[in-house]
């Protein structure tokens, strides 16, 4: 039965390619036809004309049509010059007459030549008409006469099979015969199979339907019905927590990053809702379902990071919402839960080794309780007194202060260090917030903070070990002194003291590892004091108009600060902590350089900012390597000061023209993707995450610096404005450099989506692959691309749009399939099937955006890959008939069919050529 069925599709799919192939040999022959029967139909005219004595009024013939029955030689006459066949030739019929002359009638060897001439042009094989009145012709051996006949049976098969393939639904004729036979074969297989099991992931999946269901709902009724709507958004939102709660602990469905990340998700929505309605409760409820998630999801693994990276998230939520809405309540909360659950933690399980992973988080906590009063007061229109919150006010330094303490573990000389920046920091709050009558209590309340915890950094510290050099100070005043006397002997002295300074710190370099405390001890400070001579005598010789010794001096002075600074992180900082506060300090000094630019501009100061932004790079690398990822340790917190720092020496030299400023910004630009890259490989390994999820967190901040490039351009040229767009075209190189080597790498790696299923183009990595091209394509067609990339785009982007579904048909099989990742998947049984499908899609596409454009190569081209596709389903596809991957294949390929037989039924006309333009000009004027 089988063979049987097998037999009779065969029979079914060759059909049409044999007319197919008919079809073309025939589209061959017809113009042929079409012009030798036109000049036969010229030559009847001429002869009838020449026997008759009356003029006669001769219409533009009609060419004959191959494909329309034949006429015997008796009805030839009146068919063609008779009887109208149009309404044109009706009106023609009906006009005057006007009479004419007719020259003389050629002689008859000249009529015969020219007739026998005509008979040898026409083919064999297709029957002329006949003429209407047999004229007399002389007696001669070389008249020919033609003797019409019926048209034979190969004929009548051509015009059956050209009627088949030029009138009614030609596609879906076909696509209905393949699909037929994949319904008959699908139908014989799902009676075999077992269907519709609802394991408990369709279950969850279901209950998640039905909550987000209600969400929508809830949120469509917000303005009808709000107290309904509140309660329903916030139930659905619970709903959804716990059904990650049971995927989670009860089943083992989700990994607990993935649950606690949903679970982020969620909370983070509950709280825009809450922003967005202005509604406090819900806002209450997301912020106490967001602080006990941590709890509900703990897996006991202690991990200290986490939970204080979650809370920081958190907390920075609050703090927008702060921003927008004043709630107290909601603060209160925050704060309580954050230094609570903190001050638990820190009884129960800290100790001196899990500092620097504490340190930073504390900082953080500290800055933006900080902020939130400061927020509420500059927000505020009412009287100042009514906007101060005295718990966060004054419980924020009191609580994190004593937090500090035990961290540090009572080490008095860090303690007061730590009170004087903190009385700094609200020395400069204070500062700023006196400046307005409505905050004006609220910067006393700062004051008063300031004076009390510098008070307290006295007794706290200890006398510094450090000691001046006095001959670098000496020298610089010299200097100074014979500079304003303008007198060389005074100069000349300045320097050498200087120099003799640095020969005796240099002298002492056996000494420089006895130091025991960093920053006040004897090394650093002679080093300090030599770089502020060597830049204070820049200064100096810069004024006096001596600007290469003033370069020399400069240089001198930054070498020293450079040496201070290094020596001390290297001497006294951790392995991991070395690449942070080297970044930390290249801040520091990019941005001390970029502020005296501000002030004093020097071509110097610019190449030092564009060569700090440099040196940070081969630092992410570094932190890379000491502690996993940039922002790692200390690296977050370093990253966050490089990025005030860099932002601020760029807005320093905004006004600089040159290639310093420019080169520096276009550093920055470049760093940043870079730094965020490396974060998010490291992200993805800590997931878990699968290789395709590391290849779309790589490319993200590559292709953010993109679009902004290509959409948003005056956001990366701030702060230079219209100075930097030169540098446009080249930032853009080099980011497509960076996400092209990517978007190679992805198609010759089996990238996969895990733990989400793996959908062809909806994946991570090819969704990143689409994105480059989408942008690829806008930077093509703008006026900013090389005009290389412009003569080329159409080219480069179809090639590179093919290899992406290619590349993508093939990853589809190796993941669905399981048919391995090696030099065996494009033999494979699965990767022809899906090949099959992939060009029938892709041919459909040809055949319908042709006829509907007109494009007559687009067309032929979609229809040589649909028959293309349908050769190979009788010579290949067919025996998989009993299997769903054959299955697929003829039902894919007939419901594409039946797709383009509704889209675009008939081929688009073809266009005439110059050659016989004026013909079909007039084949169309007849029949209209």
Known sequence: METMVGLVVLFLLALPVGLVIALVWIARLR??????????????????????AAAVHSPTPTPFRAWEPQQDASDVGVSAFGEPDSPRAADLQAAPVSVVTMPPSLPADAFASSAARSAGDAPTSSTAPAQAQPQPQPQSQQQPHYIPSEPGPIARAASAVKRWFTEGNVPVKVGMLVLLAGVASLLKYASDQGWMRMPIELRLAGISVFALAGLVFGWKQREQRPGFALALQGGAIGALLLTVFAAFKLYGLLGAGLAMGISVVLIAGMCVLAVVQDSRTLAVLGVLAGFLAPIWLSTGSGNHVGLFSYY????????????????????????????????????????????????????????????????????????????????????????????????????????ALCAVAVAALYAGLASWLLRRASTRLLGQAHAML???????????????????????????????????????????????????????????????????????????????????????SAWFLRDAGHPRRALGAYLWGLGWWTLCGVHEILRFADLRSEPDLLLGFTALSLWLAAEVHRRRPATARVWTVMSGLALAAPL????????????????????????????????????????????????????????????????????????????????????????????RWPWLAWPQGAGFDPARSALLSCVFAVLGIGWLAVLLDPVSAAPLPWLPLLNPAELTQLAVLALLA????????????QRWRVTALGVLGWALITGSTLHSVHHWGGVAWDSALIGATLSQTSLTIVWSVLGVLGWVIGSRRGQRGLWLGGALLMGLVLAKLVLVDRQHLGNLLGIGSFMAYGLLCTV???????????????????EDDGVEKDQA
Request: with cysteine.
């Open 900 to 918: 383009v037989g509704y889209l675009a039924p008939a081929p688009p006309r073809p266009l005439a050529t110059e050659g016989t333009a004026v």
């Open 450 to 536: 300031a004076v009390g915890f510098a008070t307290l950094a006295i007794p706290l510290a200890l006398s510094a070990r450090a000691t001046a050099s006095v001959f670098a100070l000496e020298g610089v005043g010299l200097l100074w002194l014979g500079l304003r006397q303008q007198r060389r002997i005074p100069q000349i002295s300045g320097v050498a003291l200087q120099l003799l300074a640095a020969v005796g710190v240099a002298f002492g370099v056996d000494a420089w590892g006895d130091d025991t405390v960093a920053v006040a001890n004897a090394t650093c400070m002679s080093t300090l004091l030599l770089a502020i001579a060597g830049c204070a």
């Open 778 to 789: 806008r930077w093509a067609w703008s006026a900013s691309a090389p005009a290389l990339l």
């Open 620 to 711: 992410a690398v570094w932190q890379g390597e000491a502690h996993t990822q940039p922002f790692a340790h200390w690296g977050a917190l370093a990253w966050g000061v490089f990025a005030v720092a860099g932002a601020r020496a760029l807005w320093c030299l905004r006004l600089q023209q040159g290639a310093g400023a420019m080169a520096a910004q276009f550093i920055w630009w470049l760093l940043w993707p870079l730094v965020v890259s490396l974060g998010a490989a490291w992200l993805a390994d800590a997931f878990l995450l699968a290789n395709g999820w590391r290849c779309a967190l790589l490319a993200a901040p590559w292709l953010l610096v993109a679009m902004l490039g290509l959409l």
């Open 312 to 415: 920081a998230v958190l907390n920075a939520g609050i703090v927008a919402i702060a921003w927008m809405r004043p709630w107290r309540v909601l603060n209160l909360l925050g704060f309580a839960f954050t230094f609570g659950i903190g001050t638990l933690w820190g009884a129960l399980q800290y100790t001196p080794a899990k500092f620097a992973s504490t340190e930073p988080f504390l900082l953080l906590f500290f800055a933006m309780y900080v902020a939130i009063p400061v927020l509420h007061a500059r927000r505020g229109d009412g009287s100042a007194g009514k906007l101060i919150d005295g718990s966060l006010l004054f419980g924020t330094p009191l609580v994190a202060f004593a937090l500090q303490a035990r961290l540090l573990e009572g080490d008095r000389l860090p303690l």
């Open 31 to 52: 113009r042929r036809v079409d012009s030798l029967e036109h000049r036969l139909a010229q030559w009847q005219a001429s002869g009838a004309g020449a026997a008759d």
